[in-house]
């Protein structure tokens, strides 16, 4: 497999690129901007250069797999879905084959944007109040004498029908150059040597022991006896790698109406899900049209409805612009009231309107309107909050280590932005015999419960409600954006639950209105507000005395987190090179495309 490679900034290459009004990551201090996780690592370990194309996701291995697709003359398409299948190997706690999520791909001949939507979808024997017994509580499930709580999230019942491998493979065969296999090959590679585990997975682990471990198949993969595995240890999923060669050679038939269709059902009928053979035959990925928005001269492609995170992040910008942000200081109070304020109204309007657009009526042309937006702003007072119960319309404890995402360029101009996801960290923890799949736990995305919150905080409304082979409410947001002349300038995501939307809007305006070079506009410290409950979120240790005193004067009810997002992004700077931007936040590298070693 090709070596990672990563810029090497020297210090005269620096000089001349200052000279020329360009910053490369050796200029950067990341400790003023976000501390690393990992101290031994520099900003130069987060940003790559190339001219002939960019992969960025959140583990070296994928972005590397994704680089060699290029190199070998296969397009983004080829890289995104070689990077997608080696991020299922080396993020079980993030995404995966149990899985599904979003692809947006920019054809650069065409100058045209594909979504597709390969997300999980109810079964057919799914029902509104599937969770709750007689009295409207959560039911309790007895799981071979294991009570399991929380059955939207933990459990067989949580896992919706997965769409990761016909999304992947279908995309692929359509519009990639390459072979399957070819593609599929480090993957197969990577589940089959193994790979040392690290510590966001290692930390992954411990926190859903107490699931990974009751469930046999699930012990069995991250579990060394009664020991969960630690930093270092060898992770190997050789049944996984046969679930891939297998899925290589037959493409979507054997996982969707064979041998291994087979498998997935008996897991969870063994455990008391409800999905069957007929669920998986009838699952279909579903081409959507972008949602699209202009902000300042710039214009934004993103994921539409069942996606809450395009129409959110337009409306959002569009209330932004009815201000003049470049004008204001990025970590300074009245931007920072500004930011939560249309934050706080966004998340009101995903509440009360947001849900499957093929179920229900979601009106997405009024809410990224720019009319809409001006009225939202009435009530907008740069004093004082508005009280989130005055808006027609929760808040996760911790960021999950779930859900990935990944930006690609290739030297054609094509790109790709993908977001991919088994939901909270390793989805239901259930590991179905016999296959090495992590199946996901995609049914809490839905309003499992009126009037309560879900896994990540969010109260949702009726849009959102349980129906048979219907897609619950996401927040992942690929995302690009335009220059005024129609030239590709950004690939962004992120995950995070809700807070996804968020670190993508943030990234936007720290690259349009505060022209921060992208290692900064991903590095700066984020904020969150999601309406219900009325919090606003800071990252630890973000804030001046100063700034928090006049947001808490001006009613904010602030608590800090450890860290919010972990955004993968790309971006043409004016010198015609691609910069490609990891977060530190998390595990991620980018892979530059021809980069010498
Ligand atoms: O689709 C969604 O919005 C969620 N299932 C994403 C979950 C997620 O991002 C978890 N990440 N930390």
């Known amino acids: 497999m090709r070596m990672i490679r990563v810029t090497q900034s020297s210090f005269f290459l620096a000089l001349l690129l200052g000279v020329l009004g360009c910053v490369t990551a ?34 070296p291995l994928a972005s590397a797999a994704g680089a060699a697709m290029l190199d070998a003359g296969g397009n983004a398409i080829d890289a995104a879905v070689a990077a997608s299948f080696v991020i299922s190997v080396v993020r079980p706690q993030s995404t995966g084959l149990g899985g599904g999520g979003f692809l947006m791909f920019h054809d650069a001949e065409a100058q045209k944007q594909r979504v597709f939507d390969f997300r999980e979808r109810a079964p057919i024997k799914a029902s509104a109040n599937m969770f709750l017994d007689e009295s409207g509580e959560y039911k309790k499930i007895n799981y071979f ?26 995309i692929q065969q359509e519009l990639g150059k390459l072979k399957l296999a070819v593609v599929m090959g480090p993957a197969i590679e990577a589940a089959e040597n193994g790979f040392p585990v690290y510590r966001g997975l290692a930390e992954a682990i411990i926190e859903r022991q107490k699931w990974l471990r009751i469930y046999p ?21 050789r049944e996984l790698a046969a679930t891939l060669r297998e899925i290589a050679a037959s493409g979507t038939q054997s996982f969707y109406e064979g041998a291994l269709a087979n498998k997935i059902v008996s897991e969870i009928q063994r455990g008391g899900g409800i999905f069957q053979m007929a669920d998986m035959r009838a699952y ?10 202009h902000y300042r001269d710039r214009k934004i492609v993103s994921m539409p409805p069942p996606s809450s995170g395009g129409t959110h992040i337009i409306e959002m910008l569009n209330m ?16 920072l009231h500004l930011l939560s304020e249309v934050m706080r109204r966004a998340f009101a309007d995903r509440a009360k309107e947001m849900g499957d657009s093929d179920y229900v009526t979601v009106p997405v042309a009024r809410l990224t309107s720019k009319s809409y937006a001006k009225t939202l702003m009435k009530s907008f007072d740069s004093e004082k909050v508005t009280d989130s119960k005055s808006l027609a319309g929760a808040l996760p404890t911790g960021e999950s280590p779930s859900t990935s995402h990944i930006s690609v360029v290739d030297q054609w101009g ?54 048979p082979r219907k897609t619950p409410l996401s927040s992942m947001s690929p995302t690009m954006v335009f220059l005024g002349n129609g030239a590709l300038e950004m690939v962004v995501g992120s995950p995070g639950g809700p807070r996804i939307i968020n670190a993508v809007l943030e990234t936007i305006v720290n690259v349009i209105d505060f022209k921060m070079p992208l290692l900064e506009a991903v590095h700066a410290t984020r904020i969150h507000h999601q309406w219900m409950p009325d919090s606003l979120k800071v990252e630890a240790k973000s804030l001046d005395l100063e ?7 001006k009613g904010h009810k602030i608590s800090s987190i450890k860290f919010i997002g972990d955004v993968q992004a790309i971006q043409k700077r004016n010198d ?21 070693p």
Request: net charge negative.
């Open 547 to 553: 700034t928090k005193k006049t947001l808490v004067a």
């Open 217 to 237: 198949a699930s012990r069995r993969l991250f579990f060394n006896g009664e020991q969960p595995l630690v930093e270092g240890d060898a992770l190997l999923q």
């Open 26 to 59: 050796g200029d950067i201090k990341l400790s003023k901007l976000y501390p690393p996780i990992n101290s031994s690592r520099t900003a130069a370990d987060y940003q790559a250069e190339s001219t002939s194309g960019m992969v960025v996701s959140a583990h």
């Open 145 to 170: 004498g294991h009570e399991i709580e929380d059955p939207s999230v933990n459990g067989h019942l949580a896992v919706a029908v997965p769409g990761t491998v016909k999304g992947l493979v279908e």
């Open 414 to 467: 094509n790109a790709v932005a993908t977001t991919q996801t088994v939901n909270y960290s390793f989805g239901s923890c259930v590991v179905a015999e016999g296959t090495g799949i992590v199946l996901n736990d995609e049914m809490d995305d839905f309003t499992t419960k009126h009037g309560g919150a879900n896994v990540f905080g969010l109260v949702q409304g009726s849009k959102n409600d349980i129906a």
């Open 284 to 293: 279909r990925v579903i081409e959507r049209s972008a949602v699209t928005g």
């Open 576 to 596: 015609g090179m691609w910069i490609g931007v990891s977060d530190s936040r998390s595990d991620g590298r980018p892979s530059g495309s021809g980069v010498a």
């Open 320 to 335: 932004l612009e009815t201000k003049n942000v470049s004008s204001m200081h990025p970590r300074g109070a009245t931007y």
